[in-house]
């Protein structure tokens, strides 16, 4: 069973407070993503790292930033929530060279 | 811009049914991985599937690799309820090597 975490799993907040979603891995991967997943649509890339201090935009234009300063920590911040962020929030993991990736339970946010 | 479409979107049947679920693409992936979401929870790896025309099997599952590696199938056979679940195909592009991900099969299997 993969070893990754995510909270809050729900957060319900006002529009313009600034949040951060937390992911946390034990696996020692390298690569880690975040992605956003609305009902019947595909996952979207907001986010991925290759490791400590690499982070890069995915391809879903997103407000939000991401941060690696340890392998197994990568959160995720948005400075003003907007009503449009209401999403549910997936982070995953991966070896590097791998495709085959690892997800956290999701964080379902909620933004009023 | 790849695409990879699901179908169906939707599946309702009755337990100890058969059902084929199909993931579709004009491109071709170097490999191509499903996963299984249960409601609150995220993707589950299944299978990777590599080599074009390739058979997996997972217990009642059975995934299939198109031989131009372009599409993907899954097969349940005598299905149950904890089968149900949002079936997603995600593809390994064979020209930047990205993952590509399809919208998924939403399945519920009725006892």
């Known amino acids: 069973e993969a070893d990754i975490y995510q909270t809050p799993r729900y957060l319900v907040i006002g529009t313009g407070k600034k949040i951060t979603l937390e992911c946390s891995q034990t696996m020692g991967h390298d690569k880690m993503y975040w992605y956003q997943q609305d009902p019947g649509m595909e996952l979207h890339l907001i986010h991925y790292s290759y490791g400590v201090n690499s982070t890069e935009k995915g391809d879903l234009s997103s407000e939000s930033t991401v941060s690696r300063i340890r392998t197994e920590h990568f959160p995720l911040t948005l400075e003003s929530a907007r009503p449009s962020h209401t999403s549910q929030y997936l982070c995953?993991?991966?070896?590097?060279?791998?495709?085959?990736?690892?997800f956290g339970p999701g964080t379902r946010l909620t933004v009023t | 811009t790849q695409l990879l479409e699901q179908s169906p979107q939707f599946l309702s049947i009755q337990e100890g049914e058969n059902l084929t679920v199909y993931c579709n693409s004009s491109?071709?992936?170097?490999?191509l991985q499903w996963y299984r979401q249960e409601p609150g929870e995220g993707p589950v790896l299944l299978v990777t599937?590599?080599?074009g025309g390739e058979v997996k099997k997972l217990k009642r599952l059975t995934f299939q690799f198109g031989d131009a590696r372009k599409d993907s199938s899954l097969h349940i056979t005598a299905a149950q309820p904890g089968d149900t679940g949002l079936y997603l195909c995600?593809?390994?592009?064979?020209?930047?090597?990205?993952?590509?991900w399809g919208a998924g099969t939403k399945l519920i299997i009725k006892p």
């Open positions: 491109s071709v992936f170097s490999s």
């Open positions: 995953a993991s991966s070896e590097l060279g791998a495709h085959e990736q690892y």
């Open positions: 995600a593809g390994v592009s064979d020209s930047n090597y990205q993952l590509i």
């Open positions: 599937v590599v080599t």
